[in-house]
């Protein structure tokens, strides 16, 4: 079992910054891949940004450019630093973790439904 735990979400003028951090129970070591996921009120949750254990990251092109996924493999720990925020990025945020790789589309790293590890989220709010 694998426990994550997010914070560092709040509220932000349009234009603003924040950093997002995922605590995880388990060494990246035994991880395939982690990833930022997001929901708003009434819509499905979006891959935002997730990395995979060779390093290689994926992104949405919504927020390519503005977010960067960071790991830090000695702490256990993923950030998600957010520049340029605007009111449509205001969403819950949640970190999730998985073990499992799959050479297929449908296991692809920016895809919700293929993690099964999910922290309880944080609340991002952007104002304009």
């Known amino acids: 079992q694998v426990q994550l735990v997010e914070s560092g979400g709040g509220s932000v003028q349009s234009g603003g910054s924040l950093t997002l951090t995922c605590e995880v129970s388990a060494s990246f070591e035994f991880l395939f891949c982690l990833g930022w996921f997001r929901q708003a009120p009434g819509q499905e949750r ?3 940004a997730a990395i995979d254990s060779d390093g290689d990251i994926s992104y949405s092109d919504s927020v390519k450019g503005r977010f960067t ?16 925020l605007t009111p449509e990025d205001t969403a819950m ?36």
Do not use: H
């Not at 996924?69 to 998600?80: E, F, G, S």
């Open 69 to 84: 996924i960071v790991q830090d493999k000695a702490k256990n720990r993923l950030y998600l630093q957010m520049n340029a």
């Open 46 to 48: 979006e891959g935002v």
């Open 93 to 128: 945020y949640y970190c999730a973790a998985d073990y499992r790789y799959y050479p297929s589309p449908e296991w692809d790293i920016i895809l919700p439904g293929r993690y099964e590890y999910w922290g309880q989220g944080t609340q991002v709010t952007v104002s304009s």
